[in-house]
Every structure is written in structure tokens, then in C-alpha cells.
């Protein structure tokens, strides 16, 4: 049982590709991912059932499978091979439930571990009491036995080779199904058992272009066939599996015939198939040739399904990119919409452009003296009641103003993220998984209040830096240090975009004004770089809110991308090609 | 509930669903209606009944043992029958019906298998699990078409997964017109009949159909025959079939559809929040005080001293500046309309508020209802963002604003005049006094009262009463114009309430009547068809 020093590389590689595949990353449900996800888990399964204790030991007893559809006979089949009521056969369908495996005694001792199969339990049965009907045999039909395997062992099992009963392959009983598919898979060679009403069936003719695909070693029985309807259906019978690539499975014809009082079927009935189970268990050589063949098969099967995994598995990862892609380009929306909005003057006209005129007044003479007496009156009023300059009320205007601007871009972009989202059912879980993705964030508002007051306490910053000679800094003082700030938060909001350009648009008349103050005070040169400068930093405070935003959408598509990677997936299970290759050749 | 009840329930679904029913379903529920159309006009006397069911589960043997007669083929190898067939007793009227079911083999029969089934069309169909795609194409598109099903199984296929999962269970809505027919039975033992009946029937139930009645037959030994033909009878008697499989279908699709959810009245305290905000936004309270700022700058030009009163006038009239005022309907036949494309668009600021309440209100109705319709609901939203700034300026450039003066003003005007000519009075009097005696005129004299000179007196009074009216013209043109800016709000959040009525509360409002009357469609088309 040890492993030889050829096969150890295989058996490393191959216990890699089974951890990528155990986390093949298929949870969203995008076209066919519940097909890919079974086919993983069926992957996973049949290294562990199967190809890892083969790939260890080739000479190993061969396991052969009786499968079938449900009603076809498998069990009274098994029962008739074995001489001996194993098996409990009826009319309720489905019948076997807990599969059997029936050894010959001298084999105990491979099947009792978990060498193969290890997701089933084993259960060591007794043999019926002699004379026990084959409707009694065995135990009842319980749903949660399903995952027992009843050991048997029995004289009549040729050495070197076991049996097992498998539940049926198409009853409504989706254990029955998954199971049957599970031990097939398992199989070195399989016993299919069909009936005349049922060899056109679909659903095994299904699984045997699998076996043929897998190049697995296959008998057919037909069973129940009427004594006259022989010569109609064998050759349609053989035909179909010609045309399969089974030319080579030997046909077992069993007639319509009455059981015996046991319920059992004459051993003469199935002398053929048993001597032909009896034939390959005495011949070494053949055992080890219908092993590697079945073996090399599996791995081959294997690499066509990791090659469907891995696609499955890259579509999962591209999706998640164009969701990324998709919630990057929204929110790159928002940031040029505030962007538009902070730019012309759109953000002034009305209502801020008009105080600002109130509070400096036009070039205009008799306005200016109506601006004079009217801002000497404001101040005073102020004075006295305690109101607020009207300076500080331009500028809390372009606050509120700026900040409905990205509160309302923030929402524009969850919105159309998340509408991006329940386009497609993939996108739906994602959404289902996280209900705040629907609108902006809670803090978003606040965060947004916050990154204006810090941007309008940079500029004020920005004022004072560039007040460096005294000439400078008596003006700024003169003119007031909040009126030279608002001065060039208007003259910001009021130019068009790329002032790198070097031209200063002006929109509104009376922003003339706030950028002539700033030219008074700072030289027509300045100025624009210090516009320059705010509306680079305005934009910079906008960016990083709005990815922080947008970040809640990078990082609930971040756990949908953690498994394997369809690189390691391929490149592992080509290196499990090559080193089982590798092993064989030597 | 009758067909045509139900009909129109599927009708309604169609319309109010929209965009909210997936593309794949909304295609079926198109076949469903044209499907039921074709069908009422075609022999509603007929009844058609289909018997499906597994390669080799022996359709056509039954359907043979039925007729009593050899019509169909029946063969050991399989899959056997590839095409339906047609048996029936009374051919006129069942042509055109067989040719839109596209059956093409048809057998006329004289004695039909029960008195009251003359009308009955019995159908021989392929089997739907065989290697032979085409066949199941065959039985699945038949399967929709006839009025009557007859599964039939055999002991050996009785728990395939095929006919229960992917046959069986998705007609389950149509226990009315099904019958579950065991064939072969002779191949069981006596006793072991019941036993699988009983599991068959075990399973049927779990497949959805509760009240399950299985047959048990032999096409070989006629047994169970008569009951069969029995059963037939009585479904062809009932004429019902039809309009109950139509019923069952739309019952069965209409479980395939995603309720709306819960769907809740339109909130009033929501409409006027979003009013409000909106006309923050819209600027009405600009409006208003700049209504309230032209008139008392009005009213001061016109009730004020004369002689400081003209500083007023160097002022910028509020409304004007916005756009707004008198000036727009100064030319004649000038169409607000016209004026509105003169006013820049809107500021982004006002838009933004704007586009936050209309979204907060959107989400406020749709509270309740399934993200499916919530989203109907937000597109919409996204539409009325989009029109609302440009309509709301539009609606208040064509507000009308109280903005004509007052009669008083008038009146102050000819008082102030008249002051300042009284004052002129005594000014030339005291000149007059003063530069005649220079010239060689003699003076005339200057009454006196209680020591003051009239003149002087006239002139004190003219400059007391200018100060006075001006003073009580600036309080009465204070207290107008507070009145006229509560006015123009009042009527400026009027007309923003009519467009907001009908360019965002109307929209969602007809969506969630949509969502409302989906929901009540929903559940008539759910009914169960009997009960």
C-alpha cells in the first residue's frame, strides 16, 4: 500500500489542485455557476473517493458499481450475482437508499478505512438469516441512512474485486441522484443495468456518454426483457451504444421471468455477467490495465472540468471588475458633476451673485455710494442687532450651495451604482447583501460639510500665506481678511475650468469686482495662481470624498474575489497531467 | 371566478407590470393571452385530452385499449411514437382545432368510449424522456396547448425524476383537469397494487397536487379500463376543461410573478415637505423679498421728500435684477415664455436641493414596496429631476407678482408737491421781502403770527410735513410690502405646488397605482381555480 517514489509528485500536485478547487470562489450566481459549483464540489469529491487511493495504489481490489435507473433491477441483479438475498428489492420506488458494498472476506481490511469514499460512514452488515425474502433483505429504505455504507462480505464475491448496490439514477429522490453520481464516479468499472421499457431513457444514456468521455469499462445488462421482444431490441440496444463510443461494452440480456419464492431471480440468469466480473478478478494484468485506464481517464476528465471552473472562475472575476468598473465610472460622474457645478458660475448665479453685488456693490459711481450707505447702514444694523455681516452671509451661501451640490451627486451615484447592480441576479445578491449600498452613507452628508468648512480654512490659510510683505498684508487687513476669502472662493466659482490655460473667464459682472479687489491686493499674477491653487485643492477634498464613497463598493465586492485564481487552477492541474504522465511512463 | 375575470387580471399584470416583469415571463404571458384568444374561438364544445408520459409507460396501448380499437402503433423498441395522434368522434369542428395543435395523424371513430364524451379529442403523444429530443419538444408544447392531461406511468417509471419534477410539479395549479393514470398494472401482483399506489399518490401530493386520485389500469387485461373511460366522460361532460386549464395557467404564472410588495398610500406630510423644500429651492423666498424690496423702493421714489427721494430711484429695483418685475410685461404681447429663455439656467445649488427632495420623496413612497418597483419609481424620480428646475423657473417667471403700486402713492406724490410748493411759497415771500426794497420796490409786509413770520412759518411746515409723509409713507409702505411678500410667496408656492403636483407627485403617484392595481391583479389571478 505504500507509495511508490514516481507517484509522489502526482499525489502533491494533485492534493494542490484539490485545495484550488475546494475554493474555487463560484458564489455568485452569474449563467450556469450552480452547474460550476456542483462541478467543483464533484471534482473535489472524485479526488477523494476515488482518485487520490487509486493514484496511491494501482493494485488495490477493483470496485464496480451496479447503477442503474430506478425499477430497472439492480438490486435483484446483485442479489442473483452474490446467490444470496443482500440487497432488499419491491415495488416501491425508489427502492435502495444505503448503497451496499458486498467483498470478498480476504478484502475487509481495504474497504473499512477511508481509503475511498471517505464522505460515507461505514456500517458493517450481517447477512439475511437463510431463507429470508429478498423484499426483507438488508435494511429498510430510511432517507437518513443515505450516507452509510453497508460493508458485506460474502464467499461468493470473487477476491480482488467488490460490488456495490447503488441507489437508482433518475428516481425523485435527489439523494438517490447525487449519490448514484458520486459512486459512479468512484467506479473503476461500471455494471449498468437497464430494461426494455427504459433503454431509450435519457437521463443514463446521459451519464454513459460521461463514462465513455472517461474511457471507464462498462457492462450493460438489459434486464426484463419479454422473451419475444429479444430480437427487436438487442441490436437497437447495441446500436445505440455504437454509436457512443461503447461498441466494446459486453450486452447482458436478462428475459422477463418470475423470481422465486425468495423473490430471487435463478443464478442461471445471470451466469454471463458474473463469470465475466469472476474473469477480470483472477487476472492481475487485467485488473491493473482496466485500473490505469479508468485512472487516466479520471485525471483527463478532471483537467476538461477544471478548464470549465477556471472559465466559470474568471467570469466570476470579471463580472466583479466591470462591477468595480461600473460603481468607478459613476462615481467619476459625480466628481466632474460638482465639478461642472463649481465652474461659470453656475454655483453663483441668482441668489449668491446678487448678495455679493449687494455687498460690493458695481462699478457703477451712484451705486457705489447707494452700496456705501446701504453697507455702512448694514453694518450698523448689525451692530446693533447682532446679525450677521453680509459677507459671512455670502459665504454661507456658497456652503449650503456647495454642499446640496455633493449631497446630491453623492446620491445621483449610489443611486446609479446600485441600479447597475439589480440589472443582473449576481448584481441583486450583491445588493441583497448590502441595503446601504442604495443611497449615499450616512456620514456622507457630514463628511461633505466637513471637507467644505477644512477647504474654506485652507483658502483663509492660503489668504494669509501670501500675505507676506507688510504692503500686502495691510491691504488684505484693510479690505478684511473673511471679504479678501470670499473674494476668491467667487472668483474660483466664477471661472471656467483649465486655468492652466492661463485665461481667467469671468461670468457674472460683479465677480469682476471680487477679482479686481484680489488683483488690488495681490497683482493680476498672483491671483490667478492662488484661484489655481484653491480650485485644485477644492477638487482634491471632492475626490477623496466621493472614493470614500465609492470605496463601500470596492470592499462588499472584495470577499466575492478572495479563491483560487484560474491561472493556479489551470497551471496546477496541467502539472498533475505531466507528473501523473510522468509516473506512468517510468 | 370565471376565465374572463381572470383574463383580464393576466391583461392588467401585462399593463401595470411593464419593465417590472422580467422580459422572459412577459413573452410567456403574451403566448398565454394570444393562446387563450385562439383557443375560445376554436370548438369550445371539444374537449382535448392529452395522455403524456414515459417512453414505454404504454400511451398507446391505453389510448388503443381505450378506443377498443388498434389505431395507434405500439412497438417493443423505443422511443416508439414520435408524432401525435388524433382520435375523435365527432370530426367537424375538431379540424380547425387539430390544426392549430398541429396534430396531422387523425382517426375518426364512430362509437365513442363513453356516452357523454362524443366530443372528446383524445391525443396519443410522444414520450418526453427518451434519447429523441424532438420528442419532449412534441409533449412540452402540447402539454400547454390541450384542455385535459393524463399522466401516465408505469410501476417501473412511476418516481421518475423527469415526469415529477419537470412535468408534474409545474402543472400542478392544474389538479382540476388532471387525471394520474397507472398503467401496466398487471404487471404487479394483487397485492402489491394498492401499495404502489399509494406511494404514487405520496409523491403526486408532494409534487403539489393534494387532492391526487390515481387510476390504476391495464391496457393488457383491460382492467381499470372502464373507470378511465368513466373519469373521460365526466371531464368531457363538465365542459369546463378548457376554462379551467386557462384559469389553472394563469394561476401557475401568475405564482411566477413577484409580488410588489406592500403597498401604501401616498403620504400628504411627505407632498408637503417636498413643496416646501422646493420652493426654498426654487427661490420663492427671493421672489418674495425682492416683491416686498421693489415696493418700498417704489414707494419711497414716490411718497418720499422730493428732495432726497431721488437717491431711491439711483437704486437697482430687487426684481429686476432677477429677471422678474415689472419691465417683462412692459412690451406688448412679450410671452414669459420668451422671457424665460433670456434668464440664465438655474443655479446648480438649487438644483442640487431640488434633486434631493424629489429623490427623498420617491423613496418615501416607494417604502414598502419590492426593489423591483422601487427602482420604476426612482427612474421616474430621475426623469422629474431632470425637467423639474427649468419648469419651476418657468412657473415662476409666469407667476403673476403683486407688484403694481399703491393709489396712495399718488396722493403722497401731490401732498409732498404741494408741501414743497408751499414751502417755495414762503421761500420766495421771504426773498421777495428781502430783494424788492433793493430794487426801488416798496416792501410789502410780512404778517406776523404769535411772533413768527408766516413765511418762515410756510417753510418750517413744508420741510415738517415732506419729513412726516415721508416718515408715514415709509411705514405704510413697510407694512405693504411685508403683506405683499407674504402674498407673492403664497401664490408663488402655489403655482410651484401645481408643477410639482404635476411633474413629480402625479408620475409617482400613477406608478404606485400601477404597483397597486399589479398587486390586486396579482392576487385575482393567484386564486386557486376551484373553491
Excluded: C
Amino acid at each position: 500500500m505504500g507509495v511508490t517514489d514516481t507517484r509522489a509528485p502526482a499525489i502533491a500536485s494533485l492534493e494542490r489542485l484539490r485545495a484550488s478547487l475546494a475554493d474555487a470562489g463560484l458564489d455568485l450566481p452569474l449563467d450556469g455557476a450552480t452547474e460550476h459549483r456542483e462541478n467543483a464540489a464533484a471534482a473535489v469529491r472524485q479526488i477523494d473517493d476515488y482518485i487520490r487511493p487509486r493514484l496511491a495504489d494501482l493494485d488495490a481490489p477493483l470496485l464496480a458499481v451496479v447503477g442503474g435507473s430506478t425499477g430497472s433491477g439492480k438490486s435483484t441483479i446483485v442479489n442473483a450475482v452474490v446467490g444470496t438475498p443482500l440487497s432488499r428489492v419491491g415495488v416501491i420506488r425508489p427502492t435502495t437508499r444505503q448503497p451496499i458494498l458486498v467483498h470478498a472476506p480476504a478484502d475487509a481490511g481495504w474497504f473499512a478505512s477511508d481509503r475511498i469514499l471517505p464522505g460515507l460512514a461505514r456500517v458493517r452488515g450481517a447477512l439475511s438469516s437463510p431463507g429470508t425474502p429478498a423484499s426483507a433483505a438488508g435494511d429498510s429504505p430510511a432517507a437518513s441512512r443515505i450516507h452509510e455504507l453497508m460493508l458485506l462480505a460474502h464467499d461468493a464475491v470473487p477476491a480482488s474485486l467488490a460490488i456495490i448496490d447503488a441507489p437508482d439514477i433518475d428516481s425523485v429522490a435527489a439523494d438517490n441522484r447525487a449519490l448514484a453520481t458520486q459512486l459512479l464516479a468512484a467506479a473503476d468499472l461500471w455494471v449498468f443495468v437497464t430494461t426494455a421499457n427504459r433503454y431509450a431513457d435519457a437521463v443514463p444514456w446521459k451519464l454513459l456518454d460521461g463514462a465513455a468521455a472517461r474511457s471507464i469499462t462498462v457492462a450493460v445488462i438489459l434486464n426484463r426483457v419479454p422473451a419475444d421482444a429479444v430480437d427487436d431490441v438487442l441490436p437497437d440496444l447495441r446500436a445505440m451504444l455504437a454509436a457512443r463510443d461503447l461498441a466494446d461494452a459486453p450486452v447482458f440480456v436478462i428475459e422477463e421471468q418470475p423470481l422465486d419464492d425468495l423473490g430471487m431471480l435463478p443464478p442461471a440468469a445471470v451466469a454471463a455477467p458474473r463469470d465475466w466480473l469472476t474473469a477480470i478478478a483472477g487476472d492481475r494484468a487485467e485488473r491493473t490495465r482496466i485500473a490505469a485506464r479508468t485512472l487516466g481517464g479520471a485525471i483527463e476528465d478532471l483537467d476538461r472540468r477544471v478548464g470549465e471552473i477556471a472559465e466559470a472562475r474568471q467570469a466570476q472575476l470579471d463580472w466583479i471588475s466591470g462591477v468595480d468598473a461600473m460603481a468607478a465610472a459613476d462615481y467619476q460622474d459625480a466628481v466632474d458633476a460638482v465639478d461642472e457645478a463649481t465652474r461659470d458660475g453656475a454655483l453663483l448665479r441668482g441668489e449668491v451673485l446678487a448678495r455679493w453685488q449687494d455687498f460690493v456693490g458695481t462699478t457703477d459711481f451712484f451705486r457705489k455710494i447707494e452700496s456705501w450707505v446701504s453697507r455702512t447702514r448694514d453694518s450698523v444694523a448689525a451692530w446693533i442687532q447682532g446679525k450677521p455681516s453680509p459677507v459671512v452671509d455670502v459665504e454661507t451661501q456658497i456652503e449650503t450651495g456647495l454642499h446640496a451640490v455633493i449631497v446630491d451627486e453623492g446620491g445621483r451615484a449610489a443611486a446609479a451604482t446600485w441600479a447597475g447592480l439589480q440589472r443582473s441576479a449576481a448584481g441583486r445578491t450583491v445588493a441583497e447583501r448590502h441595503p446601504e449600498l442604495a443611497r449615499q452613507s450616512e456620514q456622507f452628508s457630514d463628511a461633505a460639510g466637513a471637507a467644505i468648512r477644512d477647504w474654506q480654512g485652507a483658502l483663509l490659510q492660503l489668504v494669509r500665506d501670501n500675505a507676506g510683505n507688510k504692503r500686502i498684508k495691510a491691504r488684505v487687513l484693510s479690505a478684511g481678511l473673511n471679504v479678501i476669502t470670499v473674494a476668491l472662493m467667487i472668483v474660483v466659482f466664477a471661472s471656467t475650468g483649465g486655468l492652466t490655460g492661463g485665461e481667467l473667464l469671468i461670468a457674472g459682472g460683479s465677480a469682476v469686482l471680487g477679482q479686481k479687489l484680489l488683483e488690488t491686493v495681490f497683482g493680476e499674477d498672483a491671483v490667478r495662481r492662488l484661484a489655481g491653487e484653491a480650485r485644485r485643492d477644492l477638487q482634491q477634498r471632492v475626490q477623496t470624498l466621493f472614493d470614500t464613497e465609492r470605496a463601500r463598493v470596492t470592499t462588499a465586492l472584495e470577499t466575492l474575489r478572495f479563491g483560487s485564481s484560474p491561472e493556479s487552477l489551470r497551471r496546477e492541474s496541467a502539472t498533475l497531467l505531466d507528473d501523473v504522465r510522468a509516473a506512468a511512463g517510468s | 371566478m370565471s376565465l374572463d375575470d381572470r383574463l383580464a387580471a393576466l391583461r392588467t399584470l401585462r399593463s401595470a407590470g411593464g419593465d417590472t416583469v422580467p422580459a422572459a415571463l412577459g413573452t410567456t404571458m403574451d403566448a398565454l393571452l394570444e393562446r387563450a384568444g385562439r383557443r375560445r374561438e376554436l370548438s369550445p364544445g371539444s374537449t382535448v385530452v392529452g395522455m403524456f408520459g414515459a417512453t414505454g409507460s404504454g400511451k398507446s396501448s391505453l389510448v388503443n385499449a381505450l378506443v377498443g380499437d388498434d389505431v395507434a402503433r405500439t412497438h417493443v423498441r423505443r422511443p416508439t411514437t414520435s408524432e401525435a395522434l388524433a382520435v375523435t368522434w365527432e370530426p367537424e369542428g375538431a379540424a380547425d382545432l387539430l390544426d392549430w395543435l398541429e396534430v396531422r395523424d387523425r382517426v375518426v371513430r364512430v362509437d365513442p368510449l363513453d356516452p357523454r364524451a362524443r366530443q372528446l379529442v383524445l391525443l396519443d403523444l410522444p414520450d418526453f424522456d427518451s434519447v429523441e429530443a424532438g420528442n419532449r419538444a412534441v409533449a412540452e408544447r402540447l402539454a400547454a396547448q390541450v384542455d385535459a392531461l393524463v399522466w401516465v406511468v408505469d410501476p417501473q417509471k412511476y418516481a421518475d425524476e423527469v415526469l415529477h419534477a419537470q412535468f408534474i410539479t409545474p402543472h400542478a395549479r392544474h389538479a382540476e383537469v388532471t387525471l394520474i393514470v397507472l398503467n401496466q398494472s398487471d404487471l404487479l401482483t394483487p397485492a402489491d397494487v394498492p401499495r404502489v399506489v399509494a406511494s404514487l399518490t405520496e409523491i403526486v401530493v408532494r409534487d403539489g397536487i393534494p387532492k391526487a386520485t390515481v387510476l390504476a389500469v391495464s391496457a393488457r387485461t383491460g382492467a381499470g379500463i372502464d373507470a378511465l373511460r368513466r373519469a373521460l366522460g365526466d371531464l368531457a361532460a363538465a365542459r369546463g376543461a378548457r376554462d379551467a386549464r386557462l384559469s389553472a395557467d394563469i394561476a401557475a404564472l401568475a405564482d411566477r410573478l413577484e409580488s410588489p410588495g406592500d403597498v401604501r398610500p401616498p403620504d400628504t406630510r411627505a407632498r408637503t415637505r417636498l413643496v416646501d423644500e422646493i420652493a426654498v429651492a426654487a427661490g420663492a423666498d427671493v421672489v418674495a423679498r425682492a416683491v416686498a424690496g421693489s415696493y418700498r423702493k417704489r414707494s419711497a421714489q414716490a411718497t418720499g421728500w422730493p428732495l432726497v427721494s431721488w437717491i431711491a430711484r439711483l437704486r437697482a429695483d430687487p426684481l429686476t435684477r432677477l429677471g422678474l418685475g415689472r419691465k417683462r410685461t412692459g412690451k406688448a404681447g412679450q410671452d414669459p415664455d420668451l422671457h424665460r429663455t433670456s434668464l440664465p439656467p438655474a443655479n446648480a445649488a438649487a438644483r442640487a436641493r431640488v434633486s434631493i427632495a424629489v429623490r427623498d420623496y420617491a423613496d418615501t413612497a416607494a417604502a414598502g414596496l419590492t426593489e423591483t418597483w422601487r427602482s420604476t419609481l426612482r427612474s421616474s424620480a430621475e426623469t422629474s429631476i431632470a425637467t423639474l428646475p427649468d419648469a419651476l423657473d418657468l412657473a415662476i417667471a409666469r407667476t403673476q407678482l403683486p407688484d403694481r403700486g399703491s393709489w396712495w402713492w399718488v396722493l403722497f406724490g401731490i401732498v409732498q408737491w404741494v408741501s414743497i410748493l408751499t414751502g417755495l411759497v414762503g421761500a420766495g415771500w421771504l426773498l421777495g421781502a428781502a430783494l424788492l426794497p433793493r430794487i426801488g420796490l416798496p416792501p410789502f409786509e410780512i404778517p406776523v403770527v404769535e411772533g413768527w413770520a408766516v413765511p418762515t412759518l410756510l417753510i418750517i411746515a413744508a420741510v415738517l410735513a415732506g419729513i412726516l409723509l415721508g416718515l408715514l409713507g415709509g411705514a405704510l409702505g413697510a407694512v405693504t410690502a411685508a403683506a405683499r411678500r407674504r402674498r407673492t410667496r403664497k401664490r408663488l408656492v402655489s403655482s410651484i405646488d401645481a408643477v410639482v403636483e404635476s411633474s413629480v407627485v402625479a408620475p409617482i403617484g400613477a406608478g404606485i397605482e400601477r404597483a397597486r392595481a399589479f398587486a390586486a391583479a396579482l392576487q385575482a389571478a393567484r386564486q386557486a381555480t376551484r373553491g
